[in-house]
């Protein structure tokens, strides 16, 4: 039983570049998240999906598309890569509205 | 505007003391509170959750307090250990259009010393 699982650990993109951060849990949860985290701030939410066919926007989607592919993968895609999407990306499942969400350990992305 | 705000930002304890982080919020309407640690380079890991009418929840040497009325958390370590060392976020939970809503702390950073 892994848990959350992000691919890859780190990136480095220039400006401009596009890429797709997967994540996948085996808990068979329905809710499925990803977040940023910045330096001195707190994790934000990017994109989320209740179920599985559904997403929906969170605080901070610009710049971003997301995809549920199944019920067990929630992928993130950044299609031209800018310097403020420099951060830590997490992402998180959930079994239901109000319980534990458990985390990935994050991908660690740089773009120059 | 809902926000969480903890403090202090950072602490430095030696092993064997105790120490409390606190967290204060105005979310609404409120569903519960969560304290996780992140421990570096990994993912937030859940210590407790509370919803409005629980007062106290421990789990082993953690112990976190929820006043609903002045919306304020505390987290209490007990006899701290060299692997407490972490940061320490809290995190509300509001409902928004059905959906529960997260709203991050930005951490309390612990650093215990031997």
């Known amino acids: 039983n892994a848990g959350v699982t992000q691919t890859p650990k780190f990136q480095v993109l220039k400006t401009g570049q596009s890429m797709t951060l997967q994540c996948a849990q085996d808990?068979?949860?329905?809710?499925m998240y990803w977040y940023r985290q910045d330096p001195g701030m707190g994790l934000r939410l990017i994109y989320y999906?209740?179920?599985?066919?559904t997403t929906d926007k969170g605080e901070v989607p610009n710049g971003y598309n997301v995809s549920r592919l199944n019920k067990r993968e929630f992928s993130l895609r950044l299609e031209s890569a800018a310097p403020s999407q420099t951060s830590v990306y997490f992402c998180?499942?959930?079994w239901g509205n109000g319980g534990e969400q458990y985390f990935g350990p994050g991908t660690r992305l740089t773009v120059t | 505007k809902n926000q969480v705000e903890q403090s202090p930002q950072s602490l430095i304890i030696l092993e064997g003391k105790n120490c409390t982080l606190q967290?204060?919020?105005?979310?609404?309407?409120?569903?519960?509170l969560r304290w996780y640690k992140q421990d570096t380079g990994r993912g937030p890991v859940s210590l407790t959750i509370?919803?409005?009418?629980?007062n106290t929840k421990s789990n082993g040497r953690y112990t976190a307090t929820l006043d609903a009325d002045t919306k304020q958390s505390s987290l209490h370590i007990t006899a701290s250990q060299l692997s407490d060392s972490a940061s320490y976020i809290c995190?509300?939970?509001?409902?928004?259009?059905?959906?529960?809503?997260?709203?991050f702390g930005a951490g309390t950073r612990l650093a215990v010393h031997p």
């Open positions: 999906s209740a179920s599985e066919g």
């Open positions: 808990m068979n949860h329905n809710s």
């Open positions: 995190v509300v939970s509001g409902e928004s259009g059905g959906y529960n809503k997260l709203i």
């Open positions: 509370m919803t409005f009418s629980e």
């Open positions: 967290c204060n919020y105005t979310v609404s309407p409120f569903s519960n």
């Open positions: 998180a499942s959930q």
